[in-house]
C-alpha cells in the first residue's frame, strides 16, 4: 500500500507499485472525466526553491484536474525560508495546510528531510544533482508505451551524467528489470558517480559500458538514447562549464545512422544538445514524454492520497509526537559532497543508508 507514503526515490515503489501506477495512468489518460472529482476537497502544496516549468506546472495542472486545489510558492524569497527558517520546520507547516506536499529544492537529500518532518506525503521534484523520481515515472510510462516494456533494453544516457538528477533516478528505477544494459556518455569530468555504478554492479542481471564518443554509441546499437543539458546551475566553475556545454550535440545527421527503432527522450529543458531538425524525426520522443507527464503525475498524487479511501491522516497529538521522535540533535557532519543538504543545516543528524558506508541523504561515500 503507498498510501500515505513519500516518493523521494524511484526504488521507493517496487515494479509491481510502478505497474499497478501506469495501469492507472492509462486509465486516466483513456478516461480523464472519471477522475474529475477524485481529490475534491484536497490540496496539494507546491514548494519549488529552484526554477522549473514541467515538474511544477504539470503536478499543478493534474490537482486541478482531479478537483483538487494548489498552494504554494515557486520563490524561495517570498517563503520564510529567506529569513533562515529550516526545511524542516517549512514542511511541518505545510503539513497543517495541505494534505499533499511537492518540493524541489538544490540540496541533495532535502526531500529526504523534508520527509522525515512531514506528517503528509511528500514528493520529490528533484533535489539538487542528486534524485528526479517524478521525471523517472515520466520516463518509464514513455518507454512502456513505446517499447513495450522495460526487459533487455540497451539505454544510452548522454550529456551531464554527473550532476544528471534524471539519469540517476532512471538507474535506480530500470536496475530492477532484466538484462538492461546501460552505456554511459560523457566526458570524463561528467562521469556517472560511484553510487549509480554500484547500484548498477549490485543488480541482478544489468550491465553498464562508458563512451566518449556519442557517434559510436549510436553505431553500437541502441534501444533508447536519453540526452541530457549540461546543467550551467551545478557548476562550481563557470570556466569548465564554458569548456563542457556543446560537448555533445544531436543533430540529423547522427540520427541519419541511428537505428529505425531508436527513441530518443530528453527531461528538457533542451538547451542546444538536440538540434531542431530532430525534432521532426518521428524517432525523436521527448515532447509526448513531457505530455505523459501530467497524467503520470494525477495517478501519482491519486495513489499517495489513497484514492477514494484516502491515507489515515495525523492528529495535532501525533504531530507533537512526531516532533519528538526527530529531535534537534548536534553535532558535525562528515559528508564530503559538498551539495549535500547536511552543509545547509548542519544540525541534521549524521545518518547511513540502511547503517552501510553512503550518506543517508544523499548517497556519497562518508565511510571507506
Ligand atoms: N524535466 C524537468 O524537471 O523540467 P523542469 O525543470 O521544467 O521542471
Same mark, same amino acid.
Given at each position: 500500500?503507498?498510501?500515505?507514503?513519500?516518493?523521494?526515490?524511484?526504488?521507493?515503489?517496487?515494479?509491481?507499485?510502478?505497474? /499497478?501506477?501506469?495501469?492507472?495512468?492509462?486509465?486516466? =489518460?483513456?478516461?480523464?472525466?472519471?477522475?474529475?472529482?477524485?481529490?475534491?476537497?484536497?490540496?496539494? #502544496? %507546491?514548494?519549488?526553491?529552484?526554477?522549473?516549468?514541467?515538474?511544477?506546472?504539470?503536478?499543478?495542472?493534474?490537482?486541478?484536474?482531479?478537483?483538487?486545489?494548489? +498552494?504554494?510558492?515557486?520563490?524561495?524569497?517570498?517563503?520564510?525560508?529567506?529569513?533562515?527558517?529550516?526545511?524542516?520546520?517549512?514542511?511541518?507547516?505545510?503539513?497543517?495546510?495541505? /494534505?499533499?506536499?511537492?518540493?524541489?529544492?538544490?540540496?541533495?537529500? #532535502? #526531500?529526504?528531510?523534508?520527509?522525515?518532518?512531514?506528517?503528509?506525503?511528500?514528493?520529490? @521534484?528533484?533535489?539538487?544533482?542528486?534524485?528526479?523520481?517524478?521525471?523517472?515515472?515520466?520516463?518509464?510510462?514513455?518507454?512502456?508505451?513505446?517499447?513495450?516494456?522495460?526487459?533487455?533494453?540497451?539505454?544510452?544516457?548522454?550529456?551531464?551524467?554527473?550532476?544528471?538528477?534524471? &539519469?540517476?533516478?532512471? =538507474?535506480?528505477?530500470?536496475?530492477?528489470?532484466?538484462? &538492461?544494459?546501460?552505456?554511459?556518455?560523457?566526458?570524463?569530468?561528467?562521469? =556517472?558517480? /560511484?553510487?549509480?555504478?554500484?547500484?548498477?554492479?549490485?543488480?541482478?542481471?544489468?550491465?553498464?559500458?562508458?563512451?566518449?564518443?556519442?557517434?559510436? @554509441?549510436?553505431?553500437?546499437?541502441?534501444?533508447?538514447?536519453?540526452? %541530457?543539458?549540461?546543467?550551467?546551475?551545478?557548476?562550481?566553475?563557470?570556466?569548465?562549464?564554458?569548456? +563542457?556545454?556543446?560537448?555533445?550535440?544531436?543533430?540529423?545527421?547522427?540520427?541519419?545512422? @541511428?537505428?529505425?527503432?531508436?527513441?530518443?527522450?530528453?527531461?528538457?529543458?533542451?538547451?542546444?544538445?538536440? %538540434?531542431?531538425?530532430?525534432?521532426?524525426?518521428?524517432?525523436?520522443?521527448?515532447?509526448?514524454?513531457?505530455?505523459?507527464?501530467?497524467?503520470?503525475?494525477?495517478?501519482?498524487?491519486?495513489?499517495?492520497?489513497?484514492?477514494?479511501?484516502?491515507?489515515?491522516?495525523?492528529?495535532?497529538?501525533?504531530?507533537?509526537?512526531?516532533?519528538?521522535?526527530?529531535?534537534?540533535?548536534?553535532?558535525?557532519?562528515?559528508?564530503?559532497?559538498?551539495?549535500?543538504?547536511?552543509?545547509?543545516?548542519?544540525? +541534521?543528524?549524521?545518518?547511513?543508508?540502511?547503517?552501510? @558506508?553512503?550518506?543517508?541523504?544523499?548517497?556519497?561515500?562518508?565511510?571507506?
Amino acid at each position: 500500500m503507498l498510501a500515505g507514503k513519500s516518493l523521494i526515490a524511484p526504488s521507493d515503489f517496487t515494479v509491481e507499485q510502478l505497474e /499497478d501506477l501506469f495501469r492507472l495512468t492509462d486509465d486516466i =489518460v483513456k478516461n480523464p472525466e472519471k477522475y474529475a472529482r477524485s481529490c475534491v476537497g484536497k490540496i496539494l #502544496a %507546491t514548494m519549488f526553491f529552484e526554477p522549473s516549468t514541467r515538474t511544477r506546472l504539470s503536478f499543478e495542472a493534474a490537482m486541478e484536474r482531479l478537483g483538487g486545489k494548489v +498552494l504554494g510558492f515557486s520563490d524561495p524569497a517570498s517563503s520564510s525560508v529567506s529569513k533562515g527558517e529550516s526545511i524542516a520546520d517549512t514542511i511541518r507547516m505545510m503539513s497543517c495546510y495541505a /494534505d499533499i506536499a511537492v518540493i524541489r529544492h538544490p540540496y541533495e537529500g #532535502a #526531500a529526504h528531510v523534508a520527509a522525515l518532518h512531514s506528517f503528509i506525503p511528500v514528493i520529490n @521534484a528533484g533535489d539538487g544533482g542528486h534524485q528526479h523520481p517524478t521525471q523517472t515515472l515520466t520516463d518509464l510510462y514513455t518507454i512502456r508505451a513505446k517499447k513495450g516494456g522495460f526487459d533487455g533494453l540497451t539505454v544510452g544516457l548522454c550529456g551531464d551524467l554527473k550532476y544528471g538528477r534524471t &539519469v540517476h533516478s532512471l =538507474v535506480n528505477a530500470m536496475i530492477r528489470y532484466e538484462n &538492461v544494459h546501460f552505456v554511459f556518455i560523457s566526458p570524463e569530468e561528467l562521469k =556517472v558517480p /560511484d553510487y549509480v555504478i554500484r547500484e548498477i554492479e549490485g543488480s541482478q542481471n544489468c550491465s553498464y559500458s562508458v563512451c566518449v564518443d556519442l557517434d559510436e @554509441a549510436i553505431r553500437g546499437g541502441l534501444d533508447i538514447l536519453y540526452m %541530457t543539458r549540461i546543467q550551467r546551475e551545478r557548476f562550481a566553475s563557470m570556466e569548465e562549464y564554458e569548456r +563542457l556545454k556543446g560537448c555533445y550535440i544531436l543533430d540529423a545527421d547522427k540520427m541519419s545512422r @541511428a537505428g529505425e527503432k531508436l527513441i530518443v527522450l530528453h527531461p528538457m529543458p533542451i538547451v542546444n544538445e538536440i %538540434t531542431g531538425a530532430v525534432d521532426e524525426d518521428p524517432r525523436a520522443c521527448y515532447f509526448v514524454q513531457a505530455q505523459y507527464g501530467m497524467y503520470v503525475r494525477m495517478a501519482l498524487i491519486l495513489t499517495l492520497l489513497g484514492g477514494e479511501h484516502g491515507y489515515p491522516t495525523v492528529s495535532g497529538a501525533r504531530m507533537f509526537e512526531k516532533t519528538c521522535v526527530n529531535p534537534r540533535p548536534t553535532g558535525k557532519i562528515p559528508c564530503p559532497n559538498p551539495r549535500c543538504v547536511t552543509h545547509l543545516d548542519p544540525t +541534521l543528524p549524521i545518518r547511513t543508508k540502511n547503517g552501510g @558506508a553512503n550518506c543517508e541523504y544523499c548517497d556519497a561515500r562518508i565511510i571507506e
